[in-house]
């Protein structure tokens, strides 16, 4: 169980710094309103991603 809250956790990593890179350098956004954009995004689409993960393991037992 702990390595599936360790992978959800990189991928929200991952996913939050490389869609505040990308929206400071397109310069559509501050440094300050990339990162809560960033993990905005990353929160909301990690969190489906985690339920349904979640939902699978526990259809397997």
Same mark, same amino acid.
């Given at each position: 169980? %702990? %390595? +599936?809250?360790?992978? @959800?956790? #990189?991928?929200? &990593?991952?996913?939050?710094? #490389?869609?505040? $890179?990308?929206?400071? !350098?397109?310069? #559509? !956004?501050?440094?300050?309103?990339? +990162?809560?954009?960033? #993990?905005?995004?990353?929160? &909301?689409?990690?969190?489906?991603?985690? %339920?349904?993960?979640?939902?699978? @393991?526990? $259809?397997?037992?």
């Amino acid at each position: 169980m %702990r %390595r +599936i809250y360790l992978k @959800h956790i #990189a991928i929200f &990593l991952f996913t939050g710094s #490389a869609l505040a $890179l990308l929206s400071y !350098y397109f310069d #559509a !956004y501050s440094v300050k309103q990339a +990162i809560i954009f960033g #993990a905005s995004v990353a929160f &909301l689409s990690g969190w489906f991603y985690f %339920r349904q993960d979640i939902k699978a @393991h526990k $259809l397997k037992d």
